[in-house]
């Protein structure tokens, strides 16, 4: 599947909560338990997206050309959004991930967890990984 | 008396007549900044409709009348507060700016190596840091009165602490984070006693409790508008005369001056000595509405019926924790309190549980509140806390006990 059809997937599951904050909040919550664990010494400040609130782990692997994504969040919430990312992009090629204009979170009305990148790691989680795949990227070439 | 009128008080603040994702906004977010009454709000429009101009010397009639507002507030301030004259209550942009001014000006010109600084543990940043930068300037040293798990000071450890070398004592009057309300004449007049001089930081307690800082006989006093419910960008230094005027000027510019040349400057008398600059004009003058109307209803009154809100409250989280095997856990108990909780909830994050609330409408405040060094004393990341005031409701409580029951259930499934 292409990286929109994985967002237009996860905005279909949404629309079940009707705009409904609270139940979306418990359905994001019970999707980050089904994150795999991160292993522990994987979780370490090099691989740490820092918020305010919220902290955010990112470790990625290249093999075959793909980008492997282990994630994992101190905060519920952010777990379950950091599991759709990982949704979308685990498995992907680093231009599959440097084209994706992310829009599910603006279609779950989840937009505001990227406005205060003070507050959340999300935002700079995004443009990590970004990073990440530029790095790979570029290496392959 | 204001649960009696609590429709009408409700009707003055027009704010919270409003819906957040779908439901009644609840406002519970106090402690970080209250919301303003419309008296507040049309001094503001009044003042920009009609009598905008720069305050001090100048001979036409709008900079009077601007002036005179603007010095109005100063009386009025002088009166909530019980200072000795206007001239000791010096404007500023908030509370945080009171604190940096002393640092800067008094413990620039007081503070020697050796010398020593106390504050607490439970000190917003604001009463940390800019005695941090000016004691590590000078040689000095910070020390800090610790706290037990109630979240009170060790008074038996301040008293120890103190010494000839204690030039200064900042203290925070009523905890931002845990409500908690310290003996602040015991801990000045402990000071006075080795000659140290005595700094509150009032940013929570001005809207709580009555405030005599001649009967207290504390040497400063830093005051926030905007959690008194005025406008933000507007505050208080009150300094005792004979402590001020032996202060070297903060900034300079215009307005603190007597007379320039290029050889030398003479400096203004207190309070403009210290408020360099056109200041916050506009929201000062607006402020004043917001000190009349606390005064209209009485501390007293607003005291009381905030401190019924917090036993209810804490009432509603006691039978919770019967339902959910004690799922909620208060942080902070202290004997002395205002209407300040903090708790955090077992198996969920604050940052979540505040995201869950702010789903239901309802605004609290989640994190370390600027008190790092506490959380680290609770060995906690941060917690959630619910403040309230004067417009708050018994059934606006009920709407948040509510949704903690489903959230502590959720969590503890």
Known sequence: MTTTEIQNNIIENFTLFDGD????????????????????????????????????????????????????????????????????????????????????????????MIGSQRSNGLLSMIKQIKMYALAYQVKQN | MIKSNIDTIRANFPILHQEVNGKPLVYFDNAATTQKPKQVIEALNQYYLKDNANIHRAAHTLASRATDYFENTRRTIQAFINANEPEECIFTKGVTESINLVAQTWGRANLNAGDEVIVTTMEHHSNIVPWQMICDEKGAKLRVVPINQNGELIMEAYEEMLSANTKLVACVWVSNALGTINPVEKIINLAHQVGAKVLLDGAQACSHLNVDVQKLDCDFLAISSHKLYGPTGVGVLYGKREVLETM?????????????????????????????????????????????????????????????????????????????????????????????????????????????????????????????????????????RVSFALYNTFSEIDTLLQALTSIAKYANR
């Open chain 1, 21 to 112: 904050m609270e139940q979306t909040l418990f359905y994001l919550m019970d999707l980050g338990k089904k994150l795999p664990p991160m292993p522990e010494d994987h979780k370490t400040d090099t691989y740490l997206v820092n918020g305010c609130q919220s902290k955010v782990w990112v470790y990625p692997s290249y093999t075959d050309g793909k980008v492997w994504l282990e994630v994992d969040s101190n905060t519920d919430i952010t777990k379950g959004l950091i599991y759709l990312l990982r949704e979308i992009w685990n498995g992907k090629t680093p231009s599959e991930i440097l084209d994706t204009e992310l829009f599910f979170l603006d279609k779950i009305g989840m937009n505001r």
């Open chain 2, 248 to 384: 070297p000027p903060y900034h300079g510019g215009g307005e603190m001056i007597k007379e320039v040349t290029f050889e030398k400057t003479t400096y203004n008398d207190i309070p403009y000595k210290f408020e360099a600059g056109t200041p916050n004009i506009g929201d000062v003058i607006a402020f004043r509405y917001a000190l009349d109307y606390l005064t209209v209803l009485g501390k007293e009154n607003v005291a009381d019926y905030e401190l019924q809100l917090l036993n209810y409250f804490v009432n509603g989280v006691n039978e919770i924790n019967k339902q959910t095997n004690d799922a909620i856990k208060l942080i902070g108990a202290a004997k002395s309190k205002v209407a300040v909780q903090s708790f955090v909830i077992k198996n969920m994050h604050p940052f979540d549980v505040g995201m869950m609330l702010d789903a239901k409408g309802i605004a609290v405040r989640t994190g370390h509140h600027c008190t790092q060094p506490l959380m680290q004393f609770f060995e906690l990341e941060g917690t959630i």
